[in-house]
């Protein structure tokens, strides 16, 4: 490679040596045309012109006085004509002229001129004759001007001097040998990369697999990658279906006349020997639905408490696994923070999970007198993005209000108590809620079966905790739910609640108005009473979208819909929930609420459509009034009814 570069160079120099050798002399040919061109020719002599003559008239001897001597003067005749007085002339015939172009002598070229004695002297009479002898060039004629004084002369561009070829030459060296070092670098980098990848490829002993398996950087890996082809795995369209068969046409028992079963969550490893405790949908990802587990009493190991994370597109294991030092009885997703789960804990404590960190709690309330000391059986969010609380109650007769990012000591707290209790003032809350709208009053149900309204601070005409004289009676044991109408419509429901109890009922309220709070000891009876349960009710929920729809689950498995604008007598459906095990909790889906979900006792979700029951008119609005005013006529409000009553 140096030879072949050094013999470059080299053709380099004898190309640049060839071309100043040109280039030198077109410029002399360049500059002697010129000259050549602008230079006057010199006159002739008069011997120069002479001797022209002489060669062209034959070099003849010249006609003088001292040729013929005075005796004998010059003579002249005609050609070829004899000599006078013995002594010849000069031939001056055609061959001595034979140089001229068409001139002809003339016939007397001697005339004599003198005649002394015996002697005749002629006088020699020349006769000018024009003979182009030459053709000689005409004199090239100058024309200056005022504005052009010099011819243009054009130049060529020079070449580069020897000393620039010299540094340019030195410059490729250079570029040459980094060059060539450049690729002993890269071969030796490359050597020693081949050198890496042989020893990454060995085979790994025992000790260093292990040492991998539990890393966590490989444990998250799997974990995240797993769940993604998992729910890919999931999906439920039939790839390979043929549309040119007639579509199959079957029923499943286990559904209803309009519901549909869509799958069942269980993970034999998580939720082996537990039961649902609590349900809650995602008010942001409609795929994700929450519930809440208490302990497994066969596995001294494994936590308490569990709350699990599911996704509609991942069916064999949940999402997140949380845990808990106790059992989780109730559970909700923040509806301003979508990573955020709370938990109620059968010890009291309040528990807050973060999607992105591990399995244990981010935060929990410290087991003290400050908060909560029985189980927290009822949670609820309310306020807006910016301010908001959440509201927890427990068998204890207290409500206590948290803030999200501080969870050492209730913000508020406030203990419910009523003098009319046989054994104890506190007042053991099982159910809360809030209407539509409200984050200062709200509504308890306890374990004696009595309902009471609350306020968390002081208003006009009332004062902060339990409202002492108004008492909703109609349950005859422990309220187990409790529910207020969605108020989203042309026709304002917002002061119906529903509540279902141990004693098989789901019973009707109409709230009594807070802004005129009784003086004396009030008692208000339901609005309306559904006694189609053969089992304990554990809980009831208010559709959503639709006015006059709502469900309920109880101790058979059993799920009932009720449709009031449809009969207010049996439930347009009822479906028994997989193998007939108590239904806990249920909860409708935040966004149309088409699916539910429904924990069971045997610790599996199951999650229901409900079809088009979902969607509303505008005239369920005024059918469901219409319906209200029939119901109210047939079993006024104000009247008095015990728990075990039928219609």
């Known amino acids: ?53 002489e060669e062209v008239l034959g070099r003849g001897p010249r ?11 010059p003579m002249a005749s005609r050609p070829e004509s004899p000599a006078i007085s013995g002594l010849p002339l000069p031939s001056l015939g055609r061959g001595a002229l034979s140089g001229s172009r068409g001139s002809d002598v003339g016939s007397d070229i001697a005339t004599p001129v003198e005649n002394t004695g015996s002697h005749l002297r002629f006088v020699v009479d020349f006769v000018d004759v024009e003979q182009e002898l030459f053709e000689f060039p005409q004199k090239q004629r100058v024309v200056y001007n005022k504005e052009i004084q010099t ?75 797993s769940k993604i082809v998992e729910r890919a795995l999931s999906d439920a369209y039939d790839y390979i279906r043929d549309y040119t068969i007639g579509a199959e046409v079957g029923t499943d028992d286990s559904e209803g006349n309009r519901v549909k079963r869509i799958c069942a969550f269980y993970d034999e490893q998580v939720n082996k020997n537990r039961s649902i405790t609590d349900v809650d949908w995602s008010p942001k990802y409609p795929e994700l639905s929450v519930a809440s587990y208490n302990k497994n009493p ?58 992105r960190s591990k399995h244990l709690p981010v935060l929990k309330t410290p087991l003290s007198a ?7 059986y009822t949670m609820q969010m309310v306020g807006t993005q910016n301010a908001h609380n959440l509201i927890t109650g427990s068998t204890d007769g207290m409500v206590c209000s948290w803030l999200v990012d501080m969870l050492a000591q209730p913000q508020e707290t406030l203990d419910l108590v009523h003098s009319g209790h046989n054994k104890t003032d506190e007042v053991s809350v099982t159910a809360l809620d809030f209407p539509d709208n409200e984050t200062t009053t709200f509504w308890v149900g306890t374990e004696e079966g009595n309902v009471y309204q609350a306020n968390r601070y002081d208003r006009a005409g009332s004062k902060a905790g339990l409202n002492q004289y108004d008492v909703y009676r109609g349950h005859a044991g422990p309220v187990t739910g409790l529910s207020f109408h969605p108020a989203a419509g042309p026709v304002d429901f ?147 009814m015990d728990g075990d009553s039928r219609k």
């Open 151 to 225: 011819a243009p002369v054009e130049t060529e561009p020079t070449g580069p001097s020897e000393e620039e070829i010299r540094q340019r030459l030195l410059q490729e060296q250079e570029a040459e040998q980094e060059r060539i070092r450049q690729e002993k670098e890269f071969e030796e980098q490359n050597r020693q990369l081949d050198k890496e990848i042989e020893e990454e490829l060995r085979d790994l002993t025992e000790e260093e697999r292990a040492s991998i398996f539990i890393a966590p950087e490989f444990l998250d890996f799997v974990e995240t990658s």
């Open 494 to 640: 917002s002061d119906l609640f529903l509540t279902c109890s141990v004693d098989w009922t789901v019973k009707l309220w109409r709230t009594k108005g807070a802004a005129k709070p009784s003086t004396s000891a009030n008692t208000i009876t339901p609005l309306y009473s559904f006694e189609e349960a053969d089992d304990y009710v554990y809980d009831v929920r208010w559709h959503p979208n639709h006015p006059a729809l709502f469900g309920a689950a109880d101790g058979s498995g059993r799920f009932d819909l009720w449709n009031l604008n449809v009969d207010t007598e049996v439930p347009v459906v009822s479906t028994v929930i997989g193998t007939g095990r108590a239904i806990n909790k249920f909860a409708w889906e935040c966004k149309d609420g088409r699916r539910v979900g429904l924990g069971s006792s045997d610790g599996k979700l199951y999650v229901y459509d409900i079809g088009d029951m979902a969607s509303s008119k505008e005239s369920d609005w005024i059918d469901l009034q219409r319906s209200l005013g029939a119901m109210a006529g047939g079993i006024g409000q104000g009247t008095t």
């Open 298 to 355: 066969a596995a001294l190991n494994e936590p308490d408490g569990i709350v699990a994370v599911w996704n509609l597109h991942m069916l064999e294991r949940p999402e997140f696994v949380f845990h808990s030092q106790s059992d989780v009885l109730s559970v909700s997703f923040s509806p301003f923070h979508p990573n955020l789960v709370f938990g109620g804990s059968y010890s009291g404590q309040i528990l807050l999970w973060d999607t």
């Open 1 to 53: 490679m140096q030879a072949s570069r050094r013999a470059e160079l080299q053709a380099k120099k004898d190309k640049i040596e060839e071309l100043r050798r040109l280039k030198k002399a077109r410029e002399e040919a360049k500059l002697a045309a010129a000259t050549a061109a602008t230079s006057p020719t010199p006159p002739r002599s008069r011997k120069e012109v002479d001797d022209i003559l």
């Open 370 to 376: 400050s908060g909560h000391t029985h189980p927290v």
């Open 63 to 73: 006609l003088s006085d001292g040729g013929l001597g005075e005796s004998t003067p």
